[in-house]
């Protein structure tokens, strides 16, 4: 009975392998309102990756990706004291280290209003991707379709 059922488990993983992975969609649709609120007093926000093709995204209050908002979105940070930090670094290699506040980046379609407010007091914000062909982008309270912008990707891309 246990080899009929490891020859059984066998079959699956098989076939399941030969069929390759299932592509996930990274549509994000919102039917109604949005609103993204950060709050931050007196902290730190760190996003650190090493290692060769490092990347490092970073997103507060930010739309990523193929969205759509079918109403009013509404995007804020604040901020007092405290620092935000974003770092890629992969040595001899491409890094890449995109951070957002407040924004969207790739294909967002809102059909309404949109607010973006970022308000940093006494604070600092970082970007850093360190590394040959390495990439920093950081957008604050901003759009960014730019995808000569975004990192080399397979098909998918952005996720």
Do not use: H, R
Not at 43 to 57: M, P, W, Y
């Amino acid at each position: 009975m246990k080899t009929l059922a490891f020859i059984t488990l066998s079959v699956i993983a098989s076939a399941a392998m030969a069929t390759g992975p299932v592509p996930s969609t990274p549509d994000i649709t919102i039917t109604g309102n949005s609103t993204q609120s950060v709050s931050l007093t007196s902290v730190s926000v760190n996003n650190n990756s090493t290692g060769s093709k490092s990347e490092a995204f970073q997103n507060l209050a930010s739309n990523t990706g193929n969205v759509t908002i079918s109403g009013n979105s509404t995007q804020t940070v604040t901020g007092f004291g405290g620092n935000l930090t974003n770092t890629a670094s992969g040595s001899g290699s491409e890094a890449y280290a995109s951070q957002n506040l407040s924004s969207n980046v790739g294909e967002v379609t809102i059909i309404g209003n949109s607010s973006q407010f970022t308000s940093m007091i006494n604070s600092s914000v970082n970007n850093l991707s360190s590394g040959s062909n390495s990439k920093a982008v950081q957008n604050i309270a901003s759009n960014n379709a730019c995808f000569t912008c975004q990192p080399t990707k397979p098909a998918g891309w952005p996720y």
